[in-house]
């Protein structure tokens, strides 16, 4: 165990500005992902700007109006996950029993690990 802070803002604090992530997003969503890194890279970096998105909506609106930009964030959470545990590096063992946030909480400590591996 760590004794890192945690929670989304920190796992996020030196994402970059979502419209620049939704761009790069847009830019690569379109090419053909020319191994299984970036295939990866693509995924978790949508997952991860729909997740700041998602929370974006749910500290400035009433949560009827966030729960679309919730929904999305927890599939796209799933679907890396299920990805991952395809191309073997995530169990998917009890998955049936992990909810939204958990799913959500995957993705924030892969970018989190993400984010560390480019720094290096």
């Not at 989304?8 to 299984?36: C, G, L, N």
């Not at 990866?40 to 400035?60: G, K, N, W």
């Amino acid at each position: 165990m760590t004794n890192e802070p945690s929670g989304p803002h920190v796992v996020y604090a030196s994402a970059p500005d979502i419209a620049a992530e939704i761009e790069w997003i847009a830019r690569h969503a379109y090419t053909p992902p020319t191994d299984a890194s970036a295939d990866r890279e693509l995924r978790l970096r949508e997952a991860a700007a729909l997740d700041r998105i998602a929370l974006q909506e749910e500290a400035t609106r009433p949560s009827e109006v966030a729960a679309e930009s919730i929904a999305t964030a927890v599939q796209a959470a799933e679907s890396l996950a299920a990805y991952d545990a395809k191309h073997g590096t995530l169990t998917y063992r009890g998955a049936e029993l992990a909810g939204a946030e958990d799913f959500r909480a995957y993705v924030r400590e892969e970018y989190r690990a993400w984010r560390h591996a480019q720094a290096s």
